[in-house]
């Protein structure tokens, strides 16, 4: 609703564009043209903006998983629960503020929708942390792919390791790799 407000349309212009079949519900403040598909993960995050992107989630969001995810990954800082809605369709994980922010950028869903989430090297570091709740060919694939990626960053890997304490963890599995 806030971009069609920022177009200068009126609340009311859009009830009547949906009554007249112009435009459709997707969710809440957000419409589409009938029969466009929906941008699940956008959608979501709009909805609950203290939410990133993250893990495998990320992964894919960076070219760097071997498939989409079956479901979304999403980090939370602690203290604010995701609704009952967000963890039957996501996997959810916590962080700490101050560390939510480590490699937190904007990247764009495939429908080109720009959505907060963590970048390749800190998504290494947060599915090594948590890879025995991940399927471990999401591990392996990830950092197979991030190690034959020409843009990979082996400093930023290591800065955001040391500062979310899985320095000695990353080191060994990358070493083998590089």
């Not at 929708?113 to 390749?120: G, I, T, Y």
């Not at 947060?126 to 400093?155: F, K, Y």
Request: overall charge positive.
């Amino acid at each position: 609703m806030r971009q069609i407000a920022a177009l200068g349309y009126s609340r009311t212009a859009v009830g009547r564009w949906v009554k007249q079949g112009l435009l459709e519900r997707a969710s809440h403040g957000v419409y589409r043209q009938p029969g466009e598909l929906t941008d699940t993960l956008f959608l979501l995050l709009s909805r609950h903006p203290h939410l990133v992107a993250s893990h495998g989630t990320a992964l894919f969001l960076w070219g760097l998983a071997e498939s989409a995810p079956d479901r979304w990954t999403v980090t939370a800082p602690h203290g604010h629960e995701p609704p009952a809605s967000v963890r039957a369709v996501c996997q959810c994980f916590y962080s700490a503020p101050d560390r939510l922010g480590i490699g937190l950028c904007r990247r764009p869903t495939p429908f080109g929708n720009e959505v907060p989430c963590h970048d390749p090297e800190r998504a290494l570091c947060d599915i090594l942390r948590a890879r025995r709740r991940l399927d471990s060919e999401l591990v392996v694939a990830a950092l197979r792919n991030w190690a034959a990626s020409p843009d990979r960053d082996p400093a930023r890997l290591a800065r955001h390791a040391a500062a979310l304490g899985v320095a000695d963890l990353v080191k060994s599995r990358v070493e083998a790799l590089l």
